[in-house]
C-alpha cells in the first residue's frame, strides 16, 4: 500500500496558478480531487470561480475533456486507451441534501466505444459519499504501472494495491473491500469493473452499490486500461451547506408530491421501470429478437400477463440497495426461489435489464432473465449492447452467418444458459468472444454482410438504449447525432414548459426533429447536478428551485436549458476534434430499417432520415457540412471563445 496525500503537489508539467478565493456556494465542497496513476501523486484543486459556469457532473466533465484530452500541439483528440485520457467521477450541487435521488455520479471520459466523449449516469450513494469526504469530482489521468484502488475517506486518500482484487466481479469486489474497511452498507460506496473492464471489452461498464451502473460507451474499458480496479468512498464527515434549507425541504416535496401524484410519473414512482415492459410493447418500440418482430405473440411461452408491472414486483419482495435520500420504488432485490439458480440474490431488472436479457434474446423466463442481468452487472458489461450482441448471435446462428465451429456451441433463441456462457466468452475474451468483445459495430464489421446487416448500432461506434427505435424516431435521430454515444436529449417531460407541443405525430420526420431539437438542454443540465433523471420527471421549474435553494442562486428554467445546450456545444466540439463528423450520424441497416409487423409496420425512418437531419441541424445552429455549431450559437450561448476556436477569424 502506497498512501498519498491529498494535498500533495501538483506535478509541474500540469501546474497552474491558484484560484483566486471566492465566496463558496452552498451545496459545494469546493474541491477537485486530482488523481495521476502514472505519477501516483493526488492533489486538491479548487474550482469555486466555475462553479456557476459549470455546475458540476456532465458541464464540469464536458469542459475537462475539452480542456485537458486534446492532444499535445492541438490536432486532434488523444485515443480511449492513451493514458493522458481522463477519467471523470463527478455529482453535483444537489447530491447530498435532502432531495430525492441525490446520490448522483456521472462518469465523464473518451470512451472506447466510439472513442470519442462519453457522459453516463449512475447513482446510488457515491455522489453522497464523495461530497461528505470533502470533494465535488475526482480527475483520473496516467496508467498505474499494477493494478490498484482508489481509497477516500476524509482527507486521506490512497492509491492501494489492488493485485488482490483482480479477477474478481463487482459485488465480489465490493464484499472484499468492506471486509478490508470494517464497513458495511451506506457507509462504504465502491464502484469497480469486474473481469470485462480488466479484459478491456469496449462496452464494460463501471458498476457500484450493488447495482447501479455508468453504463455507456465503454467507461469500463477506459478504468480498465489505466489499471485502476475501483473507487472505494467512506461516508465522510463533513459538513454540507444549503443557502435556504428550508428552500430545499420545500422544493423536495413539491417533486416528492410530483412524482406521487402526476400521471405521467406515478407509475415510475410506484415500480421504477418495470411499466415499461408491457406499455413499450403495445408501442411496437420493445425490442424483440433483434428486431425481426414487433409482436410478443411470436415468442414462444410468452403471456403479457405475466409482465404487468404488479407481477414483475412479486418477485423481488425485499427493497434493496437504495440511492440516496430517495423514495422511489425500484432497485428491489430479491433471492430466486426455484430453479437452477434457486437461493441466487439478484437485483430487481430495469426495464432495460428486461429487454437486453430477454426479450431482445427470446427469453421469457423472468428468473433465468433476472438472474442474467444480475451477471452482467457482475461482469462489468452494458447490458444494452450485451443484448444487441447476443441477440445479433441467436440470429445469425439461426441463418449460418456465424457457425457452430466459430463460436464453439449452439446458441438459440431464448436460451439463457447458452447467453450466460456468451457472457463470460465477452468478459475474458476468450475463442470468438475476442471478436464479440470489440462491441456489436466491430464484430459485425468483422464478419461482413450478410452478417453486418442484421446488427443494430448507430454508425458512430456505439448501440442504442434497450428499445426498438423504429417506433420511437425522436430517441434514434437523439442517438445518432448525439455527440456521447448515447441520448442526449432524452424523453420528453412536461415539453410545454419549454415552449414544445404536448404531442406530436411521431412518424413526421420534421415533427420530430424539431421536437428533438426544441427539447434539447434539459437532461444535460440534470446531469449536471448530482440528481437521478427519474427523479427529475418534475416540472423543471421544481428542479431548478431546489439548486437555487441549495446554492443562493437564482436559476431560471431558460438559463437551465441554455447551460444545458452549452454543455451539449462543447461535448460537440470535443466529438469534432475526435473525427465524429456528420457521415456518422446514421443507423446500421438494422437500426433503421422498416418494421414487419407490430404498430409500427411499415413506418420507413430511413426514407425521411436526410430530412430529418437538415431540420435538426437548422433548428440547433450548426452546420450540416461540418458538424460544427455556428458562430452565432456560441456566441448566443457565451461560448465566444469555442467559437474562435472552431472558427477562427471567420468567428
Partial sequence: MTPVTANAPKPSKTKKAPEPAVALPGGYAGKLLRVDLTTRKCWAEPWGSRMRELLGGAGLGAMLLYRETAKRGGKGNVAWDDPDNRLVLATGPLAGLPVWGTGGLTVCTIGAGTNGPTSTQANGFFGTNLKYSGWDAIVVQGQARDWVYLYINDDTVELRDAKFLVGKDTW??????????????????????????????RFAAIQGDYGHVASKNGTGAVMGKKRLKAVAIVRGTKALRAVDPRGVLQAADDIAHDLRTDPSARSLYEYGTLPGVGNLSKLGVLPIRNYTTNLTANVPGADMADWEAPRLRANFDHRGHQCNACGMHHCHMSVIQKGAHKGRIVDEPEYEGWSGCGWQIGAVDRDGIAWLATECDRACVDVNEFGWITGWVMECMEKGYITRAQLGFDLTWGDIPGAGRLLRMISRREGFGAV???GVKRAAEQLGSPAKDCAVYIVKGATPRGHDHRGRWDEMLDTCTSSTATMETGNPVHPTEVGQPARINIFDGVQVAKNVAGLAGRRSFEDSLGICIFTTRTRLENVCRALGAATGWTFTVDEAIRFGRRTAAINRATALRCGHAGALEYPSVRYGSTPVDGPA????VRDQW??????????????????????????????????RDLWGKKA
Fill in 610 to 643: 436526410e430530412t430529418m437531419l437538415d431540420t435538426w441541424y437548422a433548428e440547433v445552429g450548426y452546420d450540416r457540412k461540418t458538424g460544427k455549431p455556428w458562430p452565432k450559437t456560441l456566441k448566443a450561448l457565451g461560448l465566444d471563445w469555442l467559437a
Fill in 436 to 438: 464479440l468483445a470489440e
Fill in 172 to 201: 465480489e469486489t465490493q464484499d472484499a473491500l468492506c471486509r478490508v474497511t470494517g464497513l458495511a452498507g451506506h457507509q462504504l460506496s465502491v464502484y469497480s469493473i469486474g473481469p470485462a473492464g480488466e479484459h478491456l471489452v
Fill in 601 to 604: 409496420k411499415g413506418q420507413a
